[in-house]
């Protein structure tokens, strides 16, 4: 068990990461919690709260992609090497932090970071041990709009998937900008997508998860046809596939949301308490007396 709590915060491009550590730091001080809030975002320009540490005091994604030639990823990379390199930029002032703070790092949303470099694993394992010995989960980003299209959204808990394996933590996979979709999804077909289950598959004919053939319509021509039949990626197999891969999350429950709509105070303290259980935050602090407990959690 840490001496110090935090969650780190990821997701693809534009899933509403910053957003979130907004609404969190927000959140926090609304309820007289203090946090610590560092951006590991080298490309991140505008912040609501300043940065207590940001990675751009220590290196730029402009600069490295100017003086070094590299594009935005392999930049992306360079960047966090660098930062591991040079890890004191990060451990001494996480140092300070107590233990009633919430320690909150705002990640780039290049998905490669989670899935295919070690670079972040690394960095995690550093933090959760030694000196610093953060106690830490995952919150990792989804856009709620991605349950609009099943490939998609299926695409998307394969990747929530791969980073939980890879990193090793506490994971809570949290479905954002539920507002966009409010109104537009029945109720009990959300919950089907909330806590995925294989029927999300057998009945997606028109999901392009499930590959099928019409008659009568114009399926471009014959010599495309024939090497569409060939192709791995179309009919019975590619079908196969499909349903093979959400049997998996769906009988080992690997994968379930939580719902998050960043302007809403109620929405954002859920997913808080899912992150103070996962990391045992409460049990740790100070005993206080029932009634300030209630007063904090903003009743
Ligand atoms: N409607 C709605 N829009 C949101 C919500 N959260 C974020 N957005 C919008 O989505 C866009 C991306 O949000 P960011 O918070 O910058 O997303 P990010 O994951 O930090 O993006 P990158 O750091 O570029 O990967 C912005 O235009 C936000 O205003 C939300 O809960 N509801
Ligand atoms: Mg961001």
């Not at 751009?56 to 992609?65: A, C, N, P, R, Y």
């Amino acid at each position: 068990m840490g001496s110090k709590y935090g969650v780190i915060v990821m997701g693809p491009a534009g899933a509403g990461k910053t957003t979130f550590c907004t609404a969190l730091i927000q959140f926090l001080r609304n309820n007289r919690r203090s946090c610590f809030y560092i951006n590991l975002d080298p490309a991140a320009e505008d912040f609501a709260y300043e940065p207590d540490v940001d990675i751009k005091d220590l290196i730029s994604l402009e600069d490295v992609m100017e003086e070094l030639h590299l594009g935005p990823n392999g930049g992306l990379i360079y960047c966090f090497e660098f930062l591991m390199e040079n890890l004191d930029f990060l451990t001494e002032p996480l140092e300070e932090v107590g233990e009633e703070s919430l320690i909150i790092i705002d990640m780039p949303g290049q998905i490669e970071l989670y899935t295919h470099v070690p670079v972040i694993p690394q960095l995690i394992a550093h933090l959760t041990k030694g000196s610093t010995n953060v106690s830490m989960c995952v919150a990792y980003l989804l856009e709620s709009t991605f349950i609009g299209d099943r490939a998609k959204f299926f695409s998307g808990t394969l990747s929530a998937m791969s980073a939980m394996l890879m990193m090793g933590l506490p994971h809570v996979n949290i479905l954002s900008k539920m507002d966009q979709v409010k109104g537009q999804v029945a109720r009990k077909e959300l919950k089907r997508f909330i806590d995925p289950d294989i029927g999300l598959m057998q009945d997606a004919a028109d999901s392009g998860l499930v590959y099928e053939w019409k008659d009568g319509v114009d399926n471009g021509d014959e010599a495309a046809k024939e090497e569409e039949k060939r192709d791995m990626m179309t009919g019975a197999s590619f079908t196969k596939l499909n349903r093979a891969v959400a049997q998996l999350i769906d009988e080992f429950s690997l994968v379930s949301f939580l719902k998050l709509d960043a302007q809403d105070e109620d929405s954002v303290g859920a997913v808080l308490s899912y992150i103070d259980d996962s990391i045992q935050f409460h049990e740790a602090q100070e005993p206080r007396e029932p009634n300030d407990e209630i007063m904090d959690d903003g009743e």
